[in-house]
């Protein structure tokens, strides 16, 4: 199999992902802008969007995927299978039991994640309705998960990349149509995540027929809690929640500091927070999800050196590629939020705040996407402890940042205590992946650094020259045009960074790899 290509296809699916969920960014910017219903909706949104990235991009395939590998490539189908209807089963009536929980305790919930909106009483009272109606999201959420970790093992990756983007499509249904339903308006998209998760539950369902691997969930829980491959996923799944979760943990801690700031400080992470997760996704979540199934397979093998191999290939593409993405949010972070959320209700002030709250993340991006490259090191190797370990000490040393950024910084601090902390978590994660041999960096490092440094210079002049020439918010009377002058801003960045590196020797086919 050629991962690269392998990578191109899911990176593919995810951008096309990441677009409809620009478009539905776009159009809750343009009809609520940074206001108390959106604060109050991206606060009801954040329990079930950390299990999102938790479950659907972490803890659970961490811990479930590398078991799951071991059973198929060594125990036969009929063991596999009855695996996966143990794990089904379990978690299917843990997250009913959870769902009903959540339900009649979120008002304790959203004093948990935002005590500062206990202010206004109507904020308040609209984020608790929205929370009860979007808290199965988390059922639907998990199993969609184990049904995506079921897939990419058999090397399905195109269907589990592409089902956030029916969720996009039921948020945009949501804020053009459901929302004249409902008073007040904003109602109408916490329904939608409802029906985005029933349709990125439902389209898997053909794929795991087709493979014979369709859950089958039983009555009897106890039954299924006493299968020891069950008891291997929870006894690996409970830690990896800290490992994997560092920086959204922080940001949930970071949400109910927010709720303390001016009205519009939770939107504004959140406006940033989703540009962030372009280049996440399509590097982060797309490597991870391909280097997991294949790290898995080098150490039930015992094949050390490929083992070693995907890593530091993994890591190559990540330097390669979120570097520039970096320098770019950095460089052009007024021209992004301009031509993306500058609309409606969407004012200066929120362009400008949400642009500083972007360039104080891109600070951490290259570590929020290593810590997706190396965290898979250790769990294929089912080795959880050294992540946890590591974790909690980055969340205590994010929250400290916090305290000494949030004073002199507001809302800006609290996303550059999120970067610094991942850019942290990285550097322990290679530190002891190098301590414990489990990765020995190929030759030529350095001579890639050097060059690539080169081109990210060059790179950056081209941003700051060529962005400055436009006025961005005055631009907002030619949306056409401000659109036109960012796609050329961007294309002339992209050239001359790839053009750089090509005058220097850097070539496609170097980040080929193959796997048998």
């Not at 191109?8 to 009809?31: D, F, K, N, P, Y």
């Not at 859950?215 to 996923?233: Q, T, W």
């Not at 409606?344 to 500083?356: P, Q, Y």
């Not at 050294?386 to 916090?402: C, F, H, W």
Request: proline residues 5%; glycine residues 8%; aromatic residues 12%.
């Amino acid at each position: 199999m050629n991962l690269l290509k392998t990578l191109a296809t899911i990176s593919g699916m995810t951008m096309l992902s990441r677009i409809t969920g620009l478009v539905r960014e776009i159009l809750i910017a343009h009809a609520f802008g940074a206001s108390a219903y959106s604060d109050a909706y991206n606060i009801a949104f954040r329990i079930p969007n950390l299990l999102r990235r938790v479950f659907a991009e972490g803890a659970f395939s961490q811990a479930f995927v590398p078991i799951l590998s071991e059973y198929h490539d060594q125990k036969g189908p009929q063991a596999t299978k009855s695996l996966v209807d143990a794990v089904g089963t379990l978690l299917t009536w843990a997250l009913v039991i959870t769902s009903i929980i959540g339900v009649i305790g979120a008002p304790l919930l959203v004093y948990g994640l935002a005590s500062g909106f206990i202010k206004d009483p109507e904020k308040y009272s609209n984020t608790v309705v929205m929370t009860r109606i979007m808290f199965p999201y988390i059922a639907l959420i998990s199993l969609v998960a184990l049904a995506g970790g079921i897939l990419n093992t058999w090397r399905e990756f195109k269907i589990p990349a592409f089902t956030p983007v029916l969720f996009n499509l039921a948020s945009i249904f949501g804020s053009v149509v459901l929302v004249y339903f409902f008073n007040p308006p904003i109602y109408g998209l916490a329904v939608a995540v409802i029906l985005g998760g029933v349709l990125q539950l439902g389209i898997q369902f053909p794929y795991l027929i087709k493979i014979g691997m369709l859950p089958r969930i039983s009555f009897h829980p106890m039954e299924a809690l006493n299968d020891p491959g069950v008891k291997r996923v929870l006894r690996n799944m409970g830690p990896a929640i800290f490992a994997v979760s560092a920086a959204q943990l922080s940001i949930l801690i970071n949400s109910n500091l927010a709720s303390h700031l001016p009205t519009g400080s939770v939107s504004w992470l959140g406006y940033a927070d989703r540009l962030m997760e372009f280049p996440t996704a399509l590097l982060g979540v797309a490597l991870g999800t391909i280097l997991l199934p294949s790290l898995s397979r080098a150490h039930t093998q015992g094949n050390q050196e490929e083992y070693s191999s995907l890593l530091d290939w993994g890591l190559r593409l990540t330097f390669l590629l979120a570097l520039p993405a970096a320098v770019g949010l950095a460089t052009l972070s007024i021209p992004l939020t301009a031509v993306l959320f500058h609309s409606g209700k969407f004012d200066e002030i929120a362009l400008i705040e949400t642009s500083h709250a972007l360039i104080a993340y891109g600070v951490g991006l290259i570590g929020l996407i290593v810590v997706k490259i190396l965290a898979p090191g250790f769990y294929a190797k089912q080795n959880i402890k050294t992540p946890v370990k590591i974790a909690l000490g980055v969340l205590l040393a994010t929250q400290i940042m916090n305290q000494i950024f949030i004073p002199y910084l507001a809302h800006v601090g609290l996303a550059l205590a999120v970067g610094v902390g991942a850019c942290f978590n990285a550097g322990f994660l290679y530190a002891a992946l190098r301590r414990h041999k489990i990765y020995q960096p190929k030759p030529g490092w350095m001579l890639f650094f050097a060059k690539q440094a080169v081109a990210l210079v060059l790179m950056a002049g081209v941003a700051l020259y060529l962005s400055a020439q436009f006025n961005w918010v005055t631009m907002q009377a030619h949306q056409f045009y401000r659109i036109l002058a960012l796609a050329g801003v961007l294309i002339a960045c992209m050239v001359t960074y790839f053009a750089s590196l090509f005058a220097m020797g850097f070539r496609f086919r170097d980040f080929k790899r193959i796997e048998n």
